[in-house]
């Protein structure tokens, strides 16, 4: 019987023209290159912006916060600046980035659609009538500081159980209801947030709706780091376990269940898994879009199509990406904010479009 981890080198890619074996990266070598490359952008994201902070300075404030030591007076506003602003910000930017890309693998291979990212499944756009009913409607006031994350949260939650009530049949979970059932339903939520945005008042609260649609990180509090971070590790760490299942399923359906995966049962199992984790990170960072969709095609360009090896590089490369897309947020057009969205877009459209022109790789593999 055909094992899986040679059902996953039939499919891998990219390939070179006139050749049958694939180029790949080492995955050991890369993935150490890509934790200094994340290491030096936290450090470059903590340091860069409107106030600039010096090297040296950002180095003494991150020893002073996490020993507990002491700053002089004159350089409070500065420490204050790095260490409750900025560094918080810079690291849920890695989780965010992180968790997409790692979901965006999952997805694809799920719904077995090169076109499939996170928020394929309408759960970003559930989470954004939760969101805007706190910004603009003043809903859950009572909450504080987490009335925001909690009703993107929760409502994103009711987004997914309605969206698996609608694609369920008798056959399970089919990849081609899954995308139906939440293109359709996206686009019902997308409906009734629209109106709640002309039905507010003109002003901050409008823009701030907008800003959180096309995915922000301005809101960054150390609170919401721990949760969001524990989440993407728990959904990462599940994906890595089943990742010779992912191989299988993504053959097909009857290549699967000859290889003894169930795919109903596991495409249950990841719909649950990869909806908590883009309900999570959505819910602190607003619809950030691209990422969860071109990370994984390049990752598998370099590394080809295993899902041991995507999933052991891919988290590391949409942090990378997403620390930096938000220092150009703050850095265009300082000291005012781009949507992160919009830098994403920025970048992912040509790269997306170079993918598609490029002779040796083909979307999901050979």
Aim: charged share 10%; net charge positive; aromatic share 6%.
């Amino acid at each position: 019987m055909l094992d899986v981890q040679q059902a996953a080198r039939v499919k891998d890619g990219p390939t070179v023209r006139g050749s049958t074996a694939p180029r790949r990266i080492p995955v050991l070598p890369l993935g150490l290159g890509l934790g200094l490359s994340l290491l030096l952008s936290l450090w470059c994201g903590v340091g860069l912006g409107a106030a600039g902070v010096g090297r040296t300075e950002v180095l003494r404030f991150l020893w002073a916060g996490l020993t507990g030591g002491t700053v002089h007076a004159r350089d409070a506003a500065a420490y204050t600046i790095v260490w409750e602003i900025r560094l918080p910000r810079v690291l849920l930017a890695a989780v965010v980035g992180a968790g997409l890309a790692a979901v965006g693998v999952a997805v694809q291979a799920m719904v077995r659609n090169a076109l499939a990212d996170p928020f394929v499944l309408g759960i970003s756009s559930g989470a954004a009538v939760g969101a805007n009913a706190v910004i603009l409607l003043g809903a859950f006031a009572g909450l504080g500081v987490w009335a925001l994350s909690a009703s993107a949260f929760v409502s994103a939650l009711a987004a997914m159980a309605l969206v698996y009530a609608v694609a369920r049949s008798a056959h399970g979970l089919t990849p081609l209801r899954l995308i139906l059932a939440g293109t359709a339903l996206a686009y019902g939520f997308e409906a009734v947030t629209t109106v709640m945005v002309f039905g507010a008042a003109r002003g901050e609260a409008a823009r701030s709706a907008m800003m959180w649609l096309l995915g922000s990180l301005g809101g960054a509090t150390w609170e919401q780091v721990p949760l969001a971070a524990a989440t993407v590790v728990s959904a990462w760490a599940w994906l890595w376990w089943r990742a010779e299942a992912l191989n299988a399923l993504a053959m097909g359906d009857e290549t699967s269940a000859a290889l003894g995966v169930q795919p109903s049962r596991l495409r249950r199992e990841l719909f649950l898994v990869t909806a908590a984790a883009t309900g999570s990170v959505v819910a602190v960072s607003g619809a950030i879009g691209f990422v969860g969709l071109m990370v994984p095609h390049v990752v598998r360009m370099l590394v080809g199509a295993d899902h041991r090896r995507v999933l052991a590089v891919a988290p590391l490369a949409g942090a990378v990406l997403l620390v930096w897309a938000d220092l150009l947020s703050r850095l265009l057009l300082a000291p005012a904010e781009l949507p992160v969205g919009v830098i994403t877009a920025v970048v992912g459209v040509p790269a997306f479009l170079l993918l598609m022109r490029r002779g040796g790789y083909a979307f999901g593999g050979r």
